[in-house]
């Protein structure tokens, strides 16, 4: 069974420092990885994915993502916060070798403090 | 172009009391899903429907029903209420390719409380 950990409840960063929310998964294949945010009161909205090649995956609004095969991880990134980046961030795993169904991590909450 | 709109937004329930929540997407997308969202508990999946005429079983899927109606819209049913049911709901939708990702879309969410 697929699986995806967020170690972190909450990560709290100064803004214009650099910021990282950590994601490791377990699945069986090859994984397609992805990062979503939730911004208070509103649905999940996609950041980024990697599927397959360059182990730097870039996104919207900033972000960029590193999968890391041998750690089976796949952190999140910003090189200079912003308040405006407080929210919620969900990981997410599918086994590229099973079923479609997408899992889930249980989301970190990012603070951003001006 | 709305994306994923689902319906309604707020709702109060009283326990034993049934209702539907709908769901459309114009996206053109196979796959769509139902999740509960729940302080501490993540996105758990309901239930989804991997194509036009096809409906399963998720982690949660207990006191609910799902209808896929169309390949646009895809509607949650709670026949009866529970105070355990309270929640954030959001449908999603999705290519259903796996070999592209299958990359999740979702709704803005339905806020239901069971008093």
């Known amino acids: 069974a697929q699986s995806v950990a967020q170690p972190e409840d909450q990560v709290n960063v100064a803004e214009g420092n650099p910021l990282t929310v950590k994601c490791t998964y377990s699945v069986s294949g090859n994984p397609y990885l992805f990062w979503y945010v939730q911004y208070p009161n509103r649905g999940l909205q996609f950041l980024l994915k990697?599927?397959?090649?360059?182990?730097l995956v870039k996104g919207s609004y900033g972000f960029e993502a590193e999968f890391n095969k041998s750690q089976t991880s796949f952190h999140l990134k910003k090189p200079s916060a912003l308040v405006s980046d407080s929210a919620l961030y969900f990981c997410?795993?599918?086994?590229?070798?099973?079923?479609?169904?997408?899992?889930f991590g249980i989301g970190t909450k990012l603070q951003v403090i001006p | 172009n709305a994306g994923v709109t689902q319906t309604p937004k707020f709702q109060v329930l009283k326990t034993g009391q049934s209702m539907t929540l709908q769901c459309a997407q114009d996206?053109?997308?196979?796959?769509m899903y139902w999740y509960r969202q729940d302080p501490g508990m993540g996105l758990r999946l309901i239930y989804y429907?991997?194509?036009?005429?096809?409906?399963d079983k998720g982690e949660v899927p207990n006191g609910y029903n799902v209808s896929r109606l169309n390949k646009r819209e895809f509607s949650l049913r709670l026949e009866s209420a529970a105070p355990s049911q309270t929640s954030v709901y959001f449908c999603?939708?999705?290519?259903?390719?796996?070999?592209?990702?299958?990359?999740?879309?979702f709704g803005e969410g339905s806020w239901l409380t069971v008093v």
């Open positions: 429907s991997a194509s036009e005429g096809t409906t």
């Open positions: 999603a939708s999705s290519v259903g390719d796996r070999d592209s990702g299958n990359t999740i879309y």
């Open positions: 997410a795993v599918l086994d590229s070798g099973g079923y479609q169904k997408v899992t």
């Open positions: 996206m053109n997308h196979n796959s």
């Open positions: 990697y599927i397959t090649g360059d182990n």
